[in-house]
């Protein structure tokens, strides 16, 4: 490894050894320590990815220092740190204890570091699915809820399925081009029906992992048993992850007309039920769940377009959705106590009992259904332009329709913040942790809202 290769893998590096430092040293350490110790790791290895230049060719093999990986690795970072400020006092509340918590978070990290880096099918494939094992034990970490571990459980075993779908639809990449690597895929003409194979069975995984219709059975259940930070962590990270797979793979491999059909009912039917089961939910986080099942269709959308612009509007969306997810998740979590405010009905009256906490549950609420000046309207127009100009008019309006009736569920927690009096729990007070990370998250959807100009740069430059 030369001193190149090094500056440009030292996010990886970072990662590695605060998640091995943590698990080893974690049993002598006080929590907070062992906390705050996980929170800069994650922030170091982020500034490090955002302040080093692409460097898409190393020595290393399998792996480089792309454009696209300088863009994601601090968002994931950024979210990784979030979450752990988030579920520090959240697990001491439910007695969630040693430092196996952190020890899996930065472990996940390090494999969300490594993806969007991978230029080998590999090297891309045992990265995804060590974000995925991690979130296994993540989901079960709770063992005080009979929940939490039947979540883990479902997730693993939906999760299983999923990675072989996966590797089948790698080793189909593999026969037809007669290379692992992303820079040397060239398929070859006699060999197209293969490779159309191999990105059915990808597209499939992939649907798995990004929760799209129908394939998206796992994420209620998965999202209401696990603990709030984690859900949380499992909403932002995971997707944004899986999505850079699905980019990096189709900046190189473009099989865009036999997707088309395929990606066209994976985003009509994530859009259209996602929004209408949210309807239905009385539980906040099935109701969450359920919307980012309609998220994920907005973005397969702009994915269908095959545009620079639509993949644009995909990376823009990630950073968007990552703050808002963050900050609705981590609201929810700094209002529960022992036991989680699982209904909607329990949040009555909680933006006066507490006004910092329900404000950012609000924000959130409202930068969802896209309402401006946040940055959820942002997302939302870019993601319906891009497919305007795309040429996918039909899917465009109803996209619109679906965003504008799922104003409603989001609106309706709104409601029960401010305009319900019954008597709900006292929550616990606001932590410091809790306060920066609702703070930052709560700044983010408001800058990118009124000033997306810079974050629109740093887009361009990554597909570049």
Known sequence: MTQADAIAMMPIIITAAAALLVLICGPFLPRGIVSGASVAAAVAAGVWAACTPASPSLSLPGVGFPALARFLIPVVCFGAAMTMLLSHSYNTRREVRGEEFAATVLFSLFAMCVLPCGNNLLILFLALESITFSFYILVSMDLHRLESGEAGLKYLLIGAVAAAIIAFGIALFYVGSGTLSLQALQPRPENRIIISAGWGMVLLGLAF????????????????????????????????????????????????????????????????????????????????????????????????????????????????????????????????????????????????????????????????????????????????????????????????????????????????????????????????????????????????????????????????
């Open 209 to 464: 992992k990004l929760s799209l219709v129908p394939a998206h059975l796992w994420t209620p259940d998965v999202y209401q048993g696990a603990p709030a930070p984690v859900a949380a962590f499992l909403s932002t990270g995971s997707k944004v992850t899986a999505l850079a797979l699905f980019l990096l793979l189709l900046s190189l491999l473009p099989p865009i007309e036999e997707l088309r059909a395929p990606l066209f009912f994976l985003s009509l039917a994530s859009m259209v039920l996602g929004n209408l089961a949210a309807l239905l939910q009385q539980d906040v986080k099935r109701m969450l769940a359920y919307s980012s099942i309609a998220q994920m269709g907005y973005l397969a959308l702009a994915i269908l377009t095959g545009t620079r612009e639509g993949y644009a509007a995909v990376l823009l969306y990630a950073v968007i959705y990552t703050a808002m997810n963050l900050a609705a998740f981590g609201a929810i979590s700094s209002l529960s106590g022992a036991k989680e405010r699982s209904l909607i009905a329990e949040y009555s009256g909680v933006g006066y009992s507490a006004p910092f906490r329900g404000g950012v549950l609000a924000l959130s609420m409202l930068a969802l259904a896209g309402i401006p000046p946040t940055a959820g309207f942002m997302g939302k127009f870019f993601i319906f332009y891009s497919a305007v100009r795309g040429g996918e008019m039909t899917l465009a309006i109803i996209g619109i329709c679906t965003a504008a009736a799922s104003a409603y569920f989001y609106l309706r927690v709104v409601v029960y913040l401010y305009m319900r009096t019954e008597p709900a729990p006292q929550p616990s007070p606001v932590t410091v942790g809790e306060s920066a990370a609702l703070s930052l998250c709560s700044l983010l959807i408001i800058v990118i809202g009124v000033y997306p100009a810079p974050l629109l740069r740093l887009v361009d430059a990554a597909l570049r």
